[in-house]
């Protein structure tokens, strides 16, 4: 079946640094991507995604490119703020049924020093 | 805005004793889904349902059950639970094709 194999955490970095979270996925079809963020007590919020081999995603200075030679699709941001803080989940979606199910990466948690 | 609401934010019940928790949408979605998220994990896939036609995973207890009176409203029912159920449970929204998905704030769920 399909799965998303997110790199090990925690992260903690100091603020501005450079920011690299790795996704690998497994899929037997064309899934669409995604990165999806959790504060604190909240829901997750979709960052951003891609649907297609060659995709570049972005929001909020975060970027991650669909890599199907690869089957990754890593987040960078290049200066991390302190409010950046927060759990940060790699999905797919399976497009193969009458209804899209995610099926996510274990998260990892992001800290950021001021 | 067009939203996902999830109502209360926090719910506190005893052991055994049914608790209902709401989420309502905006979107005009066709699909509604429900989670349930324990610390430190990624969000398990309880059901969803695509209009009327309501889908449970395989591994989702019988303990858990779910309603979809209109487009707007889902509730999710836990008849009887046990302290295993304390978690955050997320409602999300979606489309058939496309894939992503819009989440609620969730509610955290206290059994004690």
């Known amino acids: 079946g399909d799965s998303v194999t997110q790199m090990e955490g925690p992260v903690t970095l100091s603020e501005e640094a450079f920011l690299t979270i790795n996704c690998t996925y497994t899929?037997?079809?064309?899934?669409?991507l995604f990165w999806y963020v959790q504060y604190p007590g909240e829901g997750l919020q979709l960052l951003l995604k891609?649907?297609?081999?060659?995709d570049k995603g972005s929001n909020k200075g975060f970027e991650a490119t669909y890599r199907k030679e690869t089957t990754s699709f890593h987040l960078e941001k290049g200066s991390v703020q302190v409010s950046d803080s927060a759990v940060y989940f790699c999905?797919?979606?399976?497009?193969?049924?009458?209804?899209?199910?995610?099926?996510f990466g274990k998260g990892i948690t992001l800290s950021v020093r001021p | 805005d067009a939203m996902v609401i999830q109502n209360p934010r926090y719910q506190v019940t005893q052991f055994g004793k049914p608790v209902t928790l709401s989420c309502s949408q905006t979107l005009n979605h066709n699909v509604m889904y429900w989670y349930q998220q324990k610390s430190s994990q990624a969000p398990k896939l309880l059901f969803h349902?695509?209009?009327?036609?309501?889908?449970n995973e395989a591994d989702t207890p019988d303990n858990f059950q779910s309603r979809r009176p209109n487009t707007s409203f889902c509730f999710l029912d836990i008849r009887s639970p046990g302290l295993g159920d304390a978690a955050m449970y997320l409602c999300a929204t979606g489309t058939p094709v496309g894939g992503t998905q819009y989440f609620g704030p969730g509610t955290r769920l206290l059994v004690l």
């Open positions: 999905a797919l979606s399976d497009l193969s049924g009458a209804n899209s199910k995610l099926t």
């Open positions: 891609a649907t297609k081999a060659d």
């Open positions: 899929a037997t079809g064309y899934p669409s």
């Open positions: 349902y695509y209009d009327k036609d309501f889908n």
